[in-house]
């Protein structure tokens, strides 16, 4: 059974490994992370959760003992917002299907805050399973940052989707 565990020290050399170059870690975390992923980024991520009203929110997931996932949340207290992201599967744990059912976990945890009214996160355009995973979970796309990331030579557009969170709990009677 997959269940979402508090991100911790004891997980950066796991989470690290999954990530082989600069595009795969930006893949996953963004322009604002750099590779190699090293223990100061993570601590940073964990300090953003500390204290009453938490920035950022920060998962692993484990089935039967194993690490297979990893997910965030970014939170605006003053509007209401929840923004999913840093988003992964481990390597060796692709391809079954484990990503809409961590998801759903993580999205669980965001609208069991009552301050939060909206789910949102950022995308590039061509991670089309990505795309399928949070189509799947009802997100909706709601335009596109053109050229939005420098990654080597290249530039990535972002797609942004949301989710309401009437539109969550829609779902989930469904």
Not at 49 to 67: I, V
Not at 141 to 159: L, M, Q
Request: positive net charge; aromatic residues 8%; hydrophobic residues 45%.
């Amino acid at each position: 059974m997959l269940k979402l565990i508090p991100f911790a020290p004891a997980h950066f050399a796991t989470l690290a490994s999954w990530f082989g170059s600069e595009g795969e870690v930006v893949r996953w975390g963004g322009p604002a992370v750099s590779f190699p992923l090293d223990d100061k980024q993570m601590q940073a991520m964990l300090d953003e959760g500390k204290g009453e009203r938490p920035a950022r929110l920060c998962w692993m997931a484990a089935e039967d003992g194993m690490l297979v996932g990893h997910a965030q949340i970014t939170l605006n207290w003053r509007h209401g917002l929840a923004g999913l992201c840093r988003v992964g599967v481990a390597p060796k744990a692709r391809g079954r299907g484990l990503a809409v059912p961590m998801l759903r976990l993580v999205l669980d945890a965001a609208f069991a805050l009552p301050e939060i009214e909206r789910a949102e996160l950022n995308v590039y355009t061509w991670n089309q399973p990505a795309i399928r995973a949070y189509e799947r979970l009802g997100f909706v796309h709601e335009g596109v940052r053109r050229s939005s990331v420098k990654v080597g030579p290249e530039r990535w557009d972002t797609a942004i989707m949301g989710l309401l969170r009437a539109e969550w709990l829609s779902s989930l009677s469904k």
